[in-house]
C-alpha cells in the first residue's frame, strides 16, 4: 500500500540547519515526483520544493531558494529536504507529497503524508 511518512523535525534556533526524510512505498516513490509543503497555524499549505522521478531536476519556492535542498534516494525510496539558515518564518509543519506531474499545486498530488513540526526560535 502506498504510504509516506516524514521524520526529522524538530526544534532549532535561527541559523541552524535541519535535515527531513520522507520514506515511500516503493510504487508511490518510483512512480511520481515528490515534493515537499509546508503550513504554518492560520496560514494556507505553501510549496516548497520538488523533485521529479526520471531526471531528478529541482524546483523551489523563492521563500527556501539557495537555503534548502531537495534529494532522493531511490534506492531507499526516499526523499530528503536539507534546510540551512533557518529562520522563524520557516516554522511550519512540513509535508511530503508524491503526484504523477511536477507542479507547485498542492490540489494535484495524491499522497500524503502525516507531516512533521519544525519550529525555529529566534
Known amino acids: 500500500q502506498a504510504q509516506l511518512v516524514e521524520s526529522g523535525g524538530g526544534l532549532v534556533q535561527a541559523g541552524g540547519s535541519l535535515r527531513l526524510s520522507c520514506a515511500a512505498s516503493?510504487?508511490?516513490?518510483?512512480?511520481?515526483?515528490m515534493a515537499w509543503f509546508r503550513q504554518a497555524p492560520g496560514k494556507e499549505r505553501a510549496f516548497v520544493a520538488y523533485?521529479?522521478?526520471?531526471?531528478?531536476?529541482?524546483y523551489y519556492a523563492d521563500s527556501v531558494k539557495g537555503r534548502f535542498t531537495i534529494s532522493r534516494d531511490n534506492a531507499k525510496n526516499t526523499v530528503y529536504l536539507q534546510m540551512n539558515s533557518l529562520k522563524p518564518d520557516d516554522t511550519a509543519v512540513y509535508y511530503c507529497?508524491?503526484?504523477?506531474?511536477?507542479?507547485?499545486?498542492?490540489?494535484?498530488?495524491?499522497?500524503w503524508g502525516q507531516g512533521t513540526q519544525v519550529t525555529v526560535s529566534s
Open positions: 516503493g510504487h508511490t516513490f518510483s512512480s511520481s515526483t
Open positions: 523533485i521529479t522521478r526520471t531526471t531528478s531536476s529541482t
Open positions: 507529497a508524491a503526484g504523477r506531474i511536477a507542479t507547485i499545486w498542492g490540489n494535484q498530488y495524491n499522497y
